[in-house]
């Protein structure tokens, strides 16, 4: 849970930075069109990938929006009999501000500094992010969500190791397919 919190306070730092001064109304209509943008993730999903350099794989990939909007998910690569060998979480938030979702990965060894941005762009999701920012030796992705139906969705990875210089299409690609209905996480903080 601190590390959740952790992040949330990085996101509304970070998102602090303003731009183009805009007014409360033109912020709220902002998050009003873009708070479901995520609403595809929501639920369980069970899911296939194919990876250029680690070959293929299985996974579950779970997504719960949080009571304050956020959306909160786990993707965990598991072995053909089900154990875990890698998982990571990922906090999303809107940013009317910047009007952009902004997201941190984090998993048990490398901090909070894989930061990104997305766009929904027509029926897809595009995020720009960093990985592995903390080792010292990050690689940029260009992830595309598409094919964006109730019970399945498409990903899609390109990879930079160079700063963005050269790309590696379609490093990573998933297939998921869901096995669990969207949920919400109630409040953790009991008001009166």
Not at 110 to 118: C, M, P, R
Not at 134 to 151: C, D, H, K, L, V
Not at 165 to 186: H, M
Request: hydrophobic share 35%; net charge positive; no cysteine.
């Amino acid at each position: 849970m601190k590390t959740l919190l952790l992040a949330v306070g990085l996101m509304s730092a970070l998102s602090g930075q303003t731009s183009a001064k805009k007014t409360p109304e033109q912020l709220q209509a902002l998050y009003e069109q873009h708070k479901g943008d995520f609403d595809y993730l929501l639920g369980d999903w069970q899911f296939t990938a194919d990876n250029k350099q680690y070959g293929k794989s299985n996974g579950r990939w779970s997504a719960v929006r949080l009571a304050t909007g956020q959306i909160l998910d786990e993707y965990r690569l598991v072995d053909d009999k089900g154990a875990t060998f890698y998982v990571t979480a990922t906090i999303r938030n809107y940013d009317a501000i910047h009007d952009r979702w902004e997201l941190i990965g984090m998993d048990d060894r490398n901090g909070l500094q894989d930061f990104g941005t997305a766009q929904r762009i027509g029926g897809e999701m595009r995020i720009e992010q960093k990985f592995g920012v903390s080792g010292g030796n990050p690689t940029m992705m260009r992830i595309r969500y598409y094919n964006i139906q109730a019970n399945s969705f498409s990903w899609a990875g390109d990879q930079s190791t160079d700063n963005g210089k050269t790309w590696v299409k379609d490093q990573l690609r998933i297939e998921a397919k869901r096995i669990g209905p969207a949920r919400t996480l109630p409040q953790l903080a009991k008001a009166k």
